[in-house]
Antibody, heavy 121, light 107 residues
Framework: EVQLVQSGAEVKKPGKSLKISCKGS????????IGWVRQMPGKGLEWLGI????????RYSPSFQGQVTISADKSITTAYLQWSSLKASDTAMYFC??????????????WGQGTMVTVSS | DIQMTQSPSSLSASVGDRVTITCQAS??????LNWYQQKPGKAPKLLIY???NLDTGVPSRFSGSGSGTDFTFTISSLQPEDIATYYC?????????FGGGTKVEIK
């Protein structure tokens, strides 16, 4: 079964760092782009960026460039999203998702279950 | 960035009704428009890719059409399990962008 399994919910204080994970299985992890999508409470979907695990080619949304870091370790089929200094406005559900083809930027066909990040003092 | 304008933002319809949602892109995106369904507390699910292709296992009551800047998503006969929020997303250019969503409720 093709699936993405994300790490569990996090509660952090402002200014702290955080790294959440997304582990792929059931397919050739290195050769499919993995993206991250944010959903703030009660709001819509926002695309943060994508990474190609085979060579770590990474593209960011201009809105999130410099705010988060996307990485991947193909040896353990895991992608990551990290913050160096969290803000209350980072409170959201974060989904990882796989692009359905490697030939072009495409639809997200497989989604992780989501990781809820809460930033509060 | 390509802006995606979805309408309506919400709708209420009866079981068996035909439901239509539109999505307009701020520039030509050819056929690269995808539709997702998100139920409360769940991850989005891909329904339609490249404007009109149903993803594997998606019921045939769902359909999509359009090209260029104007796209339509249709549920031919609304079922109780279709209660969800639906999002369009363009995949012609980075950054990938989503519409604001349409919340579908049962009347």
């Amino acid at each position: 079964e093709v699936q993405l399994v994300q790490s569990g919910a996090e509660v952090k204080k402002p200014g702290k760092s955080l790294k959440i994970s997304c582990k792929g299985s059931g397919y050739s992890f290195p050769t499919y782009w993995i993206g991250w999508v944010r959903q703030m409470p009660g709001k819509g979907l926002e695309w943060l960026g994508i990474i190609y695990p085979d060579d770590s080619d990474t593209r960011y949304s201009p809105s999130f460039q410099g705010q988060v870091t996307i990485s991947a370790d193909k040896s353990i089929t895991t992608a990551y999203l990290q913050w160096s200094s969290l803000k209350a406005s980072d409170t959201a559900m974060y989904f990882c998702a796989r692009l359905m083809t490697s030939e072009r930027f495409d639809a997200f066909d497989i989604w992780g279950q989501g990781t809820m990040v809460t930033v509060s003092s | 960035d390509i802006q995606m304008t979805q309408s309506p933002s919400s709708l209420s319809a009866s079981v068996g009704d035909r439901v239509t949602i539109t999505c307009q892109a701020s520039q030509d995106i050819r056929k690269y428009l995808n539709w997702y369904q998100q139920k409360p507390g769940k991850a989005p699910k891909l329904l339609i890719y490249d404007a009109f292709n149903l993803d594997t296992g998606v019921p045939s009551r769902f359909s999509g059409s359009g090209s260029g800047t104007d796209f339509t998503f249709t549920i031919s006969s609304l079922q109780p399990e279709d209660i969800a929020t639906y999002y369009c997303q363009q995949s012609d250019n980075l950054p990938l962008t989503f519409g604001g969503g349409t919340k579908v409720e049962i009347k």
